[in-house]
């Protein structure tokens, strides 16, 4: 099985700053990206942010200039630095790998989700 373990997550005023942080684990055979979406009520989870291992990064244009996405290959794990914090940024942020993975004798071609962390904007 494949584990996302996201960090960072919190209550910031507008203007503020936050990095939020994505670990992969467990039987990983290849990734294809590793990136961030967001999630608000009532509408469908968006990308914010993804990058490849080889370090292509595309960002959602609501984004781009504030936010900057990075890794640590080594450690399989992916950062979302979050500057310039508006309200309107205000969701559940979520961690996916699109790659795949190990089951038992097969490779597994999926996307993994993690469990997702709140980031509110509010004064």
């Known amino acids: 099985q494949v584990q996302l373990e996201e960090s960072g997550g919190g209550l910031v005023q507008p203007g503020g700053s936050l990095r939020l942080s994505c670990a992969a684990s467990?039987?990983?055979?290849?990734?294809?990206?590793m990136g961030w979406y967001r999630e608000v009520p009532g509408k469908q989870r968006q990308l914010v942010a993804a990058?490849?291992?080889?370090?292509?990064?595309n960002y959602a244009d609501s984004v781009k200039g504030r936010f900057t996405i990075s890794k640590d290959n080594a450690q399989n794990t992916i950062y979302l630095q979050m500057n310039s914090l508006k309200p309107e940024d205000t969701a559940v942020y979520y961690c996916?790998?699109?790659?795949?993975?190990?089951?038992?004798?097969?490779?597994?071609?999926?996307?993994?989700w993690g469990q997702g962390t709140q980031v509110t904007v509010s004064s």
């Open positions: 996916n790998l699109e790659g795949q993975g190990i089951t038992g004798a097969l490779v597994t071609t999926a996307d993994y």
């Open positions: 467990g039987d990983i055979f290849s990734i294809k990206s």
């Open positions: 990058i490849t291992p080889g370090g292509i990064a």
